[in-house]
């Protein structure tokens, strides 16, 4: 079975700092992985995904991820958050394994400060 | 392009009645899946179908849960006897045909049972 661990359920950070948010995932088989972002009140929006390829992905907004098979794990980074950064983001892993169904972590909050 | 179209956005309902959650994919997708996320927590998957069948029910309480897809019109998500339990954000999302590809998600309905 896949699973998802976000270690830190909250993080705050300064204005133009820079931020890391820690995704582990255990599977046996092929993984899929994503990141989202949701707003308060809205649904999850695709930040960016690795399939295949390279391991280092960006997104158009500055955040990046690297997927690293011997650690499991998909950190997410960026290195200058904006106050529009604030909001929840939570990794994902699907396979080959569990077919299309998306397994998610419990979600890192992000307060960003002026 | 519209999106993932689900509505209502927010649904109450008294302990024992039925809730009726209704989710349109985007245009070209037939992959439907959908996801509860109860209050602190993060999404979990409930069940994937596509058109007229259901392909993955794994996520879906025994009891009182049923889901369709059918060929003409939207996804239905219904509960039938609701408790207050049941109170969560429902999200649906929708994929193009494809394995593993990702998966766009709705504003979800938030369901709240007096």
């Known amino acids: 079975a896949q699973s998802v661990t976000q270690l830190d359920s909250q993080v705050p950070v300064f204005e133009e700092a820079p931020v890391e948010l820690r995704c582990n995932y255990s599977s046996s088989v092929s993984v899929y992985l994503f990141w989202y972002v949701q707003y308060p009140n809205q649904g999850l929006q695709l930040l960016l995904k690795?399939?295949?390829?390279?391991?280092l992905v960006e997104s158009i907004n500055g955040f990046e991820a690297e997927f690293n098979k011997s650690q499991t794990s998909f950190h997410l980074r960026k290195p200058s958050v904006h106050i529009s950064d604030t909001a929840e983001y939570f990794c994902a892993v699907s396979g080959e394994a569990a077919g299309n169904k998306l397994t998610f972590g419990g979600g890192t909050r992000v307060l960003v400060k002026p | 392009n519209a999106g993932v179209m689900q509505n209502p956005r927010h649904l109450v309902r008294r302990r024992g009645q039925e809730a009726r959650l209704r989710c349109s994919p985007m245009k070209g997708h037939s992959h439907v899946y959908w996801y509860r996320q109860l209050p602190e927590e993060g999404l979990k998957f409930m069940v994937y179908l596509q058109k007229e069948n259901i392909i993955d029910e794994s996520g879906m309480p025994k009891e009182r849960f049923s889901a369709e897809f059918p060929k003409e019109g939207p996804s239905i998500l219904r509960i039938q006897q609701v408790v207050r339990g049941d109170s969560a954000a429902y999200f649906c999302?929708?994929?193009?045909?494809?394995?593993?590809?990702?998966?766009?998600f709705g504003d979800g309905t938030r369901l709240s049972i007096l």
């Open positions: 999302a929708s994929s193009p045909p494809g394995r593993n590809q990702p998966q766009h």
């Open positions: 690795y399939l295949s390829g390279s391991t």
